[in-house]
Nanobody, 124 residues
Framework: QVQLVESGGGLVQAGGSLRLSCAAS????????MGWFRQAPGKEREFVAG????????LYADSVKGRFTISRDNTKNTLSLQMNSLKPEDTGVYFC?????????????????WGQGTQVTVSS
């Protein structure tokens, strides 16, 4: 079982950037495909980005394509999400997740391990 801890959230103005990190322990993330999800107040958790075990294949929600970049460093056992050109609608709690398998999916229930989340707030 892998434990995940997110960091890097905060308050930023629209148009700004943030970089989220997810530190893993217990097991190496090279055994998992990884993903980022987010949840805004009063809304369901939604997929943001996913990355295959090898890092060769990525998935992005249409709403973040061209602005967000997901990456992994298996040697450091970390997952990152670079977020540029942030918009107020990007506000929410961002969760790191790990799934057993090779290819990332946008489905929340395909992920087996979750972090506690980090708050991102984008002001207009």
């Amino acid at each position: 079982q892998v434990q995940l801890v997110e960091s890097g959230g905060g308050l930023v103005q629209a148009g700004g950037s943030l970089r989220l990190s997810c530190a893993a322990s217990g097991r190496t993330i090279s055994s998992y495909y990884m993903g980022w999800f987010r949840q805004a107040p009063g809304k369901e958790r939604e997929f943001v980005a996913g990355l295959s075990r090898s890092g060769s294949s990525t998935l992005y929600a249409d709403s973040v394509k061209g602005r967000f970049t997901i990456s992994r460093d298996n040697t450091k056992n970390t997952l990152s999400l670079q977020m540029n050109s942030l918009k107020p609608e990007d506000t929410g709690v961002y969760f790191c997740a790990a799934g057993r398998g090779t290819w990332a999916t946008p489905k929340m229930y395909d992920y087996h391990e979750w972090g506690q989340g980090t708050q991102v707030t984008v002001s207009s």
